[in-house]
Nanobody, 124 residues
Framework: QLQLAESGGGLVQAGGSLRLSCAAS????????MGWFRQAPGKEREFVAA????????DYADSVKDRFTISRNNAQKMAYLQMTSLKPEDMAVYYC?????????????????WGQGTQVTVSS
């Protein structure tokens, strides 16, 4: 059974950078689409970025394009989200998620495995 655990969140000043990591355990990581989502207080969980199983395709929310980069290492069962030029509006709990059986995409419902989340706080 695939399990995910995020790390790397924390407090950063606006304009700074953070790298989130997602460690996976289980046999389906390398065949799963991996995504990052975030949820700010009082808001719905929203798509941030996705990467296909062999890293051929990536997709980003318009709000993070050119600032965030998603990547993965299948041999190490890791996924990453490099975040640069952080803004106060990026502050949220960030979740790593896996779509084991669904096609590549940004729909939250496609993702059936979720981590516990990691808090990203951006001070202005």
């Amino acid at each position: 059974q695939l399990q995910l655990a995020e790390s790397g969140g924390g407090l950063v000043q606006a304009g700074g950078s953070l790298r989130l990591s997602c460690a996976a355990s289980g046999d389906t990581f390398s065949s799963s689409v991996m995504g990052w989502f975030r949820q700010a207080p009082g808001k719905e969980r929203e798509f941030v970025a996705a990467i296909s199983s062999q890293s051929f395709n990536m997709d980003y929310a318009d709000s993070v394009k050119d600032r965030f980069t998603i990547s993965r290492n299948n041999a190490q069962k890791m996924a990453y989200l490099q975040m640069t030029s952080l803004k106060p509006e990026d502050m949220a709990v960030y979740y790593c998620a896996a779509a084991e059986w669904a096609p590549f995409g940004s729909h939250l419902d496609h993702y059936n495995v979720w981590g516990q989340g990691t808090q990203v706080t951006v001070s202005s």
